[in-house]
């Protein structure tokens, strides 16, 4: 029982020290999915697809906090890392498409520690 107060004690404190509240935090799998629909228009060029920009104008809405942004630019790296065919000329325009304004230059050599 004291046991589990403890527990209890431990993750009122994390939730504490992280800035927003731990059930807003954005994860990978967010910033992933969200993208999913622009995969081709990223590997291909061509017309961006709605579905792809409502992923990128919902994940800058999402990404409220610092943190959050940092968290959404780590998660872009991993991403372009991960699927060779992305072409950065596409991904840079692509939030000025959308007409969304995302406050950081998307690119592999992007510092996400100095994202604000
Ligand atoms: C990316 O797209 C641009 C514009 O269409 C093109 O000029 C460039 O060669 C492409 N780069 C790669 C690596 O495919």
Do not use: F
């Not at 209890?8 to 800035?19: E, F, N, P």
């Not at 935090?25 to 291909?44: D, E, H, M, R």
């Amino acid at each position: 029982m004291a046991k589990m107060v403890m527990t209890v004690m431990c993750l009122v404190l994390a939730c504490m020290v992280v800035v927003t509240p731990c059930a807003e935090a954005i994860s990978c799998g967010q910033v992933v999915s969200g993208l999913v629909p622009c995969l081709g228009y990223l590997t291909k060029g061509g017309a961006v697809p709605p579905a792809c920009c409502g992923g990128v104008s919902g994940l800058n809405n999402a990404a409220k906090s610092t943190s959050d942004r940092q968290t959404v630019c780590a998660c872009l790296k991993v991403a372009y890392a991960s699927n060779s065919g992305i072409n950065l000329s596409y991904a840079s325009s692509l939030p000025g498409k959308c007409g969304v304004n995302i406050p950081y230059k998307i690119s592999p050599s992007t510092d996400c520690s100095k994202v604000q």
